[in-house]
């Protein structure tokens, strides 16, 4: 392949996945927001609760439909950008996907129609559950492609085909019932309903500043609160399992969010630190500048054991005989054992030796595991960009610690207080709205850069996951979307900022 073109695909489908991770978890959350507040209204018959559900379903209208575009595009990617991979895992992760499609993605974008322009066309009955099925459509969208995700992380439920040279599914029920996929699904959706929440109680308080909308702020702002506020205690509890499912299944990645080199028993957790730029895995140096640390903390998060060993970068890398912990060399060898086994097997079934295929399948059969590390050429490059890890999980985890804080103040000031007197918890509430989204983007930086080099764990680095095409063609599209996605991001937060001057009567 052309130098640099595995660089522009990564950049192409990182920048398709950031903008697309700008639309998605508010219609996660928006959704559910929304069914709670008309099914106040089918449930009382106050018309004031009806026009605060068009008012917030008009929003969630525009960042809906805007959110489809680069969802389309970004799948699309998988066939232009990584044809490798897609022949490699295509029988496994395309079935997701598909499902989401046929089923999901049809259903939510059905009773979409329904909901958005059937007030007066159907009962309010149906019309509540169809403002129900969008939600639940919106999230079951989210369910399967965080499915295939999951898998990428921790792939299970499949057989390698040596005939084909391609991964084939092997049970369908290991692939959706991973522990690694139904917490990255959980802690994934959770995440979307904080923003959401915020979203809500932010332009609510936006309005009590200006002293409009009143009643509608106040209500609104209470039920964005209580949203926000349970979210948050289940953000931090599927947090917890996926830290722990982090720790089994991608030790790598748990060391590079903390910045860990030397394993430990009892270790601590980073509170607030400040990494030293000169350490690598083969120097001496201190990993820290600055650090603040919670004893214990980190062994009790990754394995639920406070006194439980934490293994460190040079111990995954260059192997612990005391913990049983297997070099990365080891691994690249046997995955070089792998790769050669397959060759040997094709070649023996071209030759119809069958003695000689059984030997060599044998031989891949018992390395299979490791294949993905047979291109690998250092030991040190399974090792992920430690900063970039590091600094993203910290900002995650500090903001979900704020988000929890701001909603427990907002519902209090809201029930006990006069809110609207309160003006720096107001602006408060409106800045916090971006806040959202950069701890959400961050979680994903984790998930995703932290597992670099892999495209699959273990099975497929990225450098043999992209398409060979000319790197030109990358840079062209990378650019096109670029300038596209900028364009649909702008025109959003344009027509959303319109809708909410109008306020509840504008626009219906």
Wanted: charged share 20%.
């Amino acid at each position: 392949m052309e130098e640099h073109l595995v660089d522009w695909s990564r950049a192409q489908f990182a920048l398709t996945a950031i903008y697309h991770w700008l639309f998605v978890p508010l219609t996660l959350g928006l959704g559910f927001i929304v069914a709670f507040m008309e099914t106040i209204y089918v449930k009382t018959g106050d018309e004031f609760w009806k026009k605060t559900t068009k008012f917030w379903m008009g929003l969630f209208a525009i960042n809906f439909a805007i959110g489809v575009a680069t969802g389309l595009i970004m799948e699309f990617e998988f066939g232009t950008n990584w044809a490798n991979y897609s022949w490699f895992v295509g029988d496994i992760f395309g079935a997701p996907l598909a499902i989401e499609g046929i089923l999901a993605f049809f259903m939510e974008s059905t009773f979409f129609a329904v909901m958005f322009f059937g007030w007066e066309k159907v009962s309010k009955g149906f019309h509540l559950l169809s403002t129900w099925l969008v939600a639940i459509g919106s999230n079951l969208s989210a369910l399967w492609i965080l499915v295939a995700n999951g898998w990428m992380q921790y792939p299970t439920g499949m057989k390698f085909n040596p005939d084909t040279v391609r991964n084939e599914m092997d049970n369908f029920w290991d692939v959706i019932l991973s522990p690694v996929a139904v917490t990255k699904f959980l802690h994934t959706i959770s995440s979307g309903y904080i923003i959401a929440s915020l979203f809500v109680v932010g332009i609510s308080a936006w309005f009590l500043l200006k002293r409009r909308e009143i009643i509608l702020a106040k209500r609104s702002m209470v039920i964005g609160a209580i949203f926000g506020l349970v979210t948050s205690f289940f953000v931090i509890l599927t947090g917890d399992e996926s830290a722990h499912q982090v720790a089994l299944k991608q030790p790598v990645k748990l060391a590079a969010m903390e910045g860990l080199y030397e394993g430990k028993e009892k270790a601590g957790i980073v509170g607030v630190g400040v990494l030293n730029p000169k350490k690598t895995l083969t120097n001496d140096e201190d990993p820290y500048l600055f650090e603040i640390e919670a004893p214990y903390a980190l062994s009790l998060l990754g394995y639920h054991d406070i006194n439980a060993f934490v293994p460190g970068l040079k111990d995954l890398v260059y192997g612990n005989e005391k913990y049983e912990i297997e070099s990365v060399n080891s691994k690249i060898q046997k995955g070089k054992v792998a790769i050669e086994a397959l060759k040997n097997y094709k070649r023996a079934k071209e030759e119809n030796n069958l003695l000689k295929q059984d030997e060599h399948l044998k031989v891949l059969e018992e390395n299979i595991k490791y294949f993905g590390y047979g291109h690998i050429k250092n030991p040190e490059d399974v090792v992920p960009p430690v900063a970039l890890t590091f600094y993203s999980f910290h900002i995650m985890v500090a903001l979900g610690t704020w988000f929890l804080i701001l909603f427990a103040l907002v519902l209090f000031y809201a029930l006990k207080r006069e809110i609207i007197e309160y003006r720096k918890l107001l602006i408060v509430s409106v800045a916090s709205i971006p806040l959202g989204y950069i701890a959400s983007e961050a979680g994903w930086i984790v998930a995703e850069v932290g597992r670099q080099p892999w495209a699959i764990q273990d099975l497929m680095p990225v450098g043999i996951a992209a398409t060979d095409i000319a790197s030109s063609n990358v840079q062209i599209t990378f650019f096109m979307f670029a300038f596209l996605f900028t364009a649909l991001l702008i025109a959003e937060i344009k027509i959303m900022l319109k809708q909410i001057k109008s306020g509840s009567e504008g626009g219906h």
